[in-house]
């Protein structure tokens, strides 16, 4: 190993430039250190980042070595930022004084959400339960970065910016302040300290452990670029040590010295007294914070010797290092020699859309495994695409994780938690009990079958506007249907949940006990199985312990918003294993990470670097003041991260040009290879071509307009399908030979035909129950609209309308009744036989007229039919109710019909109400001659039923558009394929 160093000597710091393999690199060079004697490497020790670290050099040492050995101890360091606690070996349960034991994270969580909320109310702007957790998670962050940089909240004080902040940011910060002068208190009560000061606590410890006993074998810092002042500490102790050595992974000692000073500190403006910041969006900032903080220069650090691993070589690493210049120097880049420039062995990919980009990810990995032994790995922000490529990958049989993990969130448990809370707080409406009852964990295993039946059913019977609110309205609402007995046993687990959330605001731990109890009365133990299941479990354990140090009490309906917020905070990681040769990592799990070919996906904008969080509680001058890390710096680390990967042996980046919902902006990292490479700059033609290819269908052969003949035909027809059957044909064959009925969405808004069918109950029941008198109609119509059944939009929206046009029917019913018109019927049915098949309808209304003729009555809710439709043989459904009332069809009705009137309660120039007919005695107004109007309708009709009935003429879709004005039926038809192609 390295020889001890007498007298006082510079640090023993090290950097391993990008182009090369960190972890290999490093596992290498120590091997080679360690010479012949078996056991030096198992006497030293690694101080890594993270756990993930770990790992990667724990696959370093084994590639490296071929076989077995002896590892070092591999300590990480941890990071509260991934809620990583610091490895044991750092942590020594047997100290004389150790520190006092951490915080855990809920309590912390719970007992700051209390605080903000009563500072808040005190302060009169009050917020919920599920918003004071939030931002409590918030506030962690904030006081986790105080700690961190080793700022006394105490600092807060000695600030006087108030002329200077604007009046949201002055109460922010007497919030922030109120709350941190009560923390310690709190902690202190417990008897804890914050986890990042006990990390703190643990370093400092450590490094003056080792600056009294040195330990007695090697040392070694690899890769950690936490800049904060007790890791820097600790570095500086670890590379003083005589067996001691930091090595930092891509610290650029060629960087000119202008550029390295630009990247700061600066000193304060002389006039404003405001700290102007560093380049901290450099990718060498941190780094450089790192050395100024360990009282290091660069030109103390050496290039790291003694062993190499897969080596993409120095022309690459300085075409990265030019290509990440600080902005104002890029000038530079039109005097570079091409060698410096070129980025041989990259290429960029260019796609059309997320899913597009995905599947060329898909297809890059793929074809990595077709070399033996060659491996892969993506590595993005963006898991959104990381769970896409996943995706794409299992068409051909490939299992890969992300390793970065998935948020409970959007995990079957984390789901299922968020359904009950939002099911029961919306009082079991359709469309959220529908999503709880047909998620996957409910009744799994051998009753699911059988479950989703009844919920299928359940579903059926939902349809159309919402019922009565609860489990209660529910049945009601099902009566005796045939799911009704199911679902009255079903409902029996939901009901101590509605119970629990009908009480109103009260404990969060009551409501977090229910919810876990119907979740596993619903799922059984599959609930809790697995990685997400264990995951779902510790956090309703930690929830309902730490609840009642939380807001004392919650809304129901705040209590889905709080679960996601937590649960989309914890992150689900795979298992240890995964595919041997294939990976996908978020930037931080890929950290020292190596593989043959590295993919960076989701080079666009605000996804790589990322849009920086805003802190809701400090101003940026306030951070600035304090000496905090500002909110871009996390760009410089994500440059920082892009920079490393580049070194793999080959890359290839991607972006796709629009997202979801508009184009998007390369990343400002893509533009600055783009333009410093310039002509050099490779696309992946192959990959691009592959995956436009792969979905491909060559030739596209739109479909025909449709236009069956079926060997049978319908030999019944009602009036109001003729309009159907004649204008758009195809329609008529779905709905009556296939049997295809429309279904309505569940928890539809009222439709007109809803509220049609609402106002002829209404006139029903006013004939049948009140034979009808004028003064019963008004309170029928109230009765209606103050049904718990009757949709809200319909009474708060509809209400005056039709209470106006309900008044507007008894007038005229009243006035009609004083010149002899009086009603005869109302709702009635009746058939004849006619053209070789059987007619039926059903009318409104009929009246006998004055002079003895009979009155059609038809209630439209809207607008009634145009004069010119039912010139052109259309809207004929008033002219065959005329002929099947004078053929006799309807029961004890039959006589000459001379009044056809449409009765709407649409808008009129005097209110709403008023009376339309499509003919006139005399013809006027282009309108049918009174006498001739069944003639015509029966005429028309029998043409039909002889094309379409009796006939053999084909059920064309859309014959004619423009009375064809329902789509029911157009995706089944692919009406756009064929639609205007002619």
């Avoid at 960076?600 to 951070?623: S, Y």
């Avoid at 920082?640 to 990343?667: E, K, Y």
Wanted: aromatic share 6%.
């Amino acid at each position: 190993m390295a020889e001890a160093r007498a007298g006082s000597v510079a640090p023993r710091v090290f950097t391993i430039p990008a182009h090369r393999a960190f972890a290999d690199t490093l596992a290498r060079g120590l091997m080679r250190q360690a010479g012949d004697d078996p056991l030096a490497l198992a006497r030293g020790l690694i101080l890594l980042p993270n756990n993930r670290a770990v790992r990667a050099m724990t696959d370093a040492f084994v590639r490296a070595s071929g076989g077995g050995l002896l590892l070092p101890r591999l300590v990480p360091l941890g990071s509260p930022d991934l809620g990583e606690a610091i490895g044991a070996a750092l942590d020594p349960v047997d100290a004389d004084d150790p520190p006092p034991p951490a915080i855990a994270p809920m309590q912390r969580r719970m007992i700051l959400a209390r605080l903000v909320g009563e500072e808040r109310r005190a302060a009169g702007a009050p917020v919920d339960a599920a918003e004071a957790v939030r931002l409590a998670g918030e506030l962690c962050r904030t006081l986790d970065q105080l700690l961190v940089e080793e700022v006394a909240p105490a600092a807060l004080r000695t600030l006087d910016l108030a002329p200077e902040l604007t009046e949201h940011w002055q109460r922010a910060l007497a919030t922030f302040a109120v709350v941190l002068d009560r923390w310690p208190g709190e902690l202190a009560r417990l008897g804890r300290i914050d986890a990042a000061t006990r990390r703190i606590l643990l370093l400092d410890r450590l490094a003056a452990r080792w600056r009294d006993a040195p330990p007695t074998g090697f040392v070694v810092a690899a890769g950690i670029t936490d800049s904060a002042p007790a890791v820097a500490r600790l570095l500086r102790c670890v590379a003083d040590l005589s067996t001691g050595q930091t090595v930092f992974a891509g610290l650029d000692l060629a960087l000119a010295d202008e550029e390295w000073d630009a990247l700061g500190p600066h000193d304060a403006d002389p006039t404003t007294g405001f700290v102007t910041r560093s380049i901290e969006t450099h990718p060498q900032f941190h780094l450089k914070l790192l050395l100024d903080r360990m009282g290091a220069a660069r030109g103390e650090v050496l290039a790291w010797r003694g062993g190499s691993g897969p080596d993409a070589g120095s022309a690459r690493g300085r075409a990265i290092a030019n290509a990440l210049a600080p902005a104002a120097f890029t000038g530079k880049w039109t005097a570079l020699k091409a060698e410096d420039r070129r980025l041989s062995e990259v290429e960029a990919a260019e796609f059309a859309s997320p899913a597009e980009e995905a599947q060329g990810i898909a297809l890059a990995l793929r074809e990595a495994l077709e070399t033996e032994g060659r491996t892969a790995a993506l590595v993005t922000p963006d898991r959104g695409l990381a769970r896409r490529v996943a995706a794409h990958c299992t068409r051909w049989g490939i299992a890969i994780d992300d390793s970065a993990g998935r948020p409970l969130s959007i995990l079957p448990p984390g789901t299922l938690l968020l359904a009950l809370a939002e099911a029961a707080a919306q009082r079991f409406a359709p469309l959220a009990l529908l999503a709880l009852l047909k998620h996957p964990l409910v009744q799994s295993g051998e009753r699911r079958l059988a479950w989703l039946d009844q919920v299928r059913r359940l579903d059926r019977a939902l349809r159309g506007p919402r019922p009565a609110a609860g489990l209660g309205g529910l049945a009601e609402h099902l009566g005796k249907a045939d799911t009704a007995a199911w679902w009255r046993e079903s409902s029996a687990m939901l009901a101590p949940l509605e119970a629990a959330f009908g009480r109103g605001d009260q404990p969060l731990a009551a409501m977090i006990a229910v919810l876990r109890e119907t979740a596993a009365v619903l799922c059984g133990d599959e609930l809790w199985a697995g990685p997400a299941g264990r995951a779902a479990s510790d956090f309703l354990a930690d929830l309902e312990a730490e609840a009642d140090r939380g807001p004392p009490r919650i809304d129901p309906d705040g209590v889905a918003p709080l679960l996601q917020t937590l649960l989309a905070e914890i992150a689900v990681r795979p298992q240890q294993g995964g595919h041997p040769r294939l990976a996908i990592y978020g930037l931080i799990e890929a950290r020292l990470q190596s593989a043959d070919v590295i993919i960076l996906g989701g080079l666009n904008e605000g996804v790589w670097p990322g849009r920086p969080a805003p802190d809701p509680w400090l101003a940026p001058r306030i951070r600035v003041e304090l000496g905090l890390p500002g909110l871009d710096r996390a760009i410089g680390v994500a440059a920082h991260d892009f920079g490393q990967a580049l070194g793999a042996p080959a890359v290839l980046i991607t972006r796709a040009r629009r997202d979801a919902s508009s184009p998007t902006l390369a990343s400002r990292l893509w533009l600055r290879l783009q333009a410093m490479a310039g002509d050099r700059f490779e696309r992946a033609r192959e990959i691009e071509a592959w995956t436009r290819a792969l979905d491909d269908p060559g030739e596209h052969l739109p479909a025909e307009r449709p236009a069956p003949m079926p060997d049978h035909r319908p030999t019944r027809i009602s009036v109001t399908e003729i309009d159907r059957l004649k204008a758009d044909p195809y329609a008529f064959y779905a709905r009556r030979i296939l049997g295809l009925m429309p279904l309505d969405p569940v928890d539809a808004d009222p439709s007109a035909a809803w509220r049609g069918n609402a106002v002829h109950d209404i006139l029903e029941r006013w004939w049948t129950d009140h034979a009808c008198a004028i003064d019963a109609l008004r309170p029928l119509a109230l009765a209606m609209l103050g049904d718990a059944a009757t949709h809200p939009m319909l009474r708060a929206l509809w209400r005056p309308r039709l209470m106006e046009a309900i008044d507007w029917i008894a007038t005229r019913v009243a006035d009609d009744a004083a010149v002899g018109r009086v009603v005869l019927s109302a709702e009635g049915k009746g058939e004849i036989g006619i053209a070789g098949v059987t007619l039926s309808g059903r009318y409104d209304r009929v009246d006998r007229l004055a002079d003895g003729t009979l009155g059609i009555v038809d209630y439209k809710t809207g607008k009634p039919p145009s004069t010119k439709a039912v010139r052109e043989g259309f809207s004929l459904q008033l002219g065959m109710l005329g002929w099947i009332a004078e053929q006799g069809g309807f029961d004890g009705l039959r006589g000459k019909v001379d009044a056809f009137e449409y009765w709407s309660l649409g808008r009129s120039k005097d209110g709403f109400g008023y009376v339309a007919t499509p003919v006139d005695a005399d013809g006027k107004k282009d309108r049918i001659v009174t006498a001739d109007f069944t003639r015509i309708a029966h005429d028309r009709f029998v043409e039909a039923a002889a094309r379409w009935l009796t006939g053999d003429e084909p059920f064309t879709a859309k014959l004619v558009p423009e009375y064809a004005p329902y789509a029911e039926y157009d995706q089944l038809m692919r009406r756009d394929e064929w639609y205007g192609r002619d």
